[in-house]
């Protein structure tokens, strides 16, 4: 079975600053893990994945995440914050093609001015 | 780019009714997923179909079934609603020929039952 860790159901940085969430999974094979951001009321939109390609991926508006296989992470990041990242964002692991996706709890980041 | 269409968008039912949300995937996508996500917490998988085809299964309860149609489109039918049903009802659906595992989310279903 898999499952994934989000520590910090909140971080706080103001705008400019670097953004760092982080996500650690449990998974007995290769996983494939991804990263999504939510706006309230919406739906959530893909901001990058890692596939067993490249380790380091990035991502739509400036985020990228790394895949480290000894620590077990896929923490997410991005070098400065805008007003418009404040929103939720979920980590996501998949074991197999066409079965579900199963979500760490999510991380609620606010951004100050 | 086309994207997940879901409708209703927002839906208020009784408790003890029936309801039917329905998902349109992206056009060529065959994989469709259903996700609740109750207020404050993750999505919670529900159920899977590939071609038609269940694929995969997770905490439906079994007042809900689910399908998906020939041209790929999926209802979820929920009987008996019960107030704990109320919640954001998400589809999603992927390409196998992708290969890339990833889903796409439609804007969801807010189902408020009173």
């Known amino acids: 079975a898999q499952s994934v860790t989000q520590l910090g159901s909140h971080v706080s940085v103001s705008e400019g600053a670097l953004v760092l969430l982080r996500c650690n999974y449990s998974?007995?094979?290769?996983?494939?893990l991804f990263w999504y951001v939510q706006y309230p009321n919406q739906g959530l939109q893909l901001l990058l994945k890692y596939t067993s390609a490249a380790t380091l991926v990035k991502g739509i508006n400036g985020f990228e995440a790394e895949f480290k296989k000894s620590e077990t992470s896929f923490h997410l990041t991005k070098p400065s914050a805008h007003m418009s990242d404040a929103a939720e964002y979920f980590c996501a692991v998949t074991l197999e093609y066409g079965n579900k996706l199963v979500f760490g709890a999510g991380t609620i980041l606010r951004v100050k001015s | 780019a086309a994207g997940v269409i879901q409708s209703p968008r927002h839906l208020i039912k009784e408790k003890r009714e029936t309801a039917t949300l329905k998902c349109y995937p992206i056009p060529r996508h065959d994989t469709v997923y259903w996700y609740q996500q109750g207020p404050g917490q993750d999505p919670q998988f529900l159920i899977s179909?590939?071609?038609?085809?269940?694929?995969d299964k997770g905490s439906i309860p079994d007042r809900f079934s689910a399908q998906q149609f020939s041209d790929y489109h999926s209802e979820l039918n929920m009987s008996s609603l019960e107030l704990g049903d109320s919640a954001l009802y998400f589809c999603?659906?992927?390409?196998?020929?992708?290969?890339?595992?990833?889903?796409?989310f439609g804007p969801g279903t807010r189902l408020t039952v009173t």
């Open positions: 999603a659906s992927s390409l196998y020929k992708a290969f890339t595992y990833e889903q796409y």
């Open positions: 179909f590939y071609e038609k085809m269940q694929s």
């Open positions: 998974s007995s094979v290769p996983p494939y």
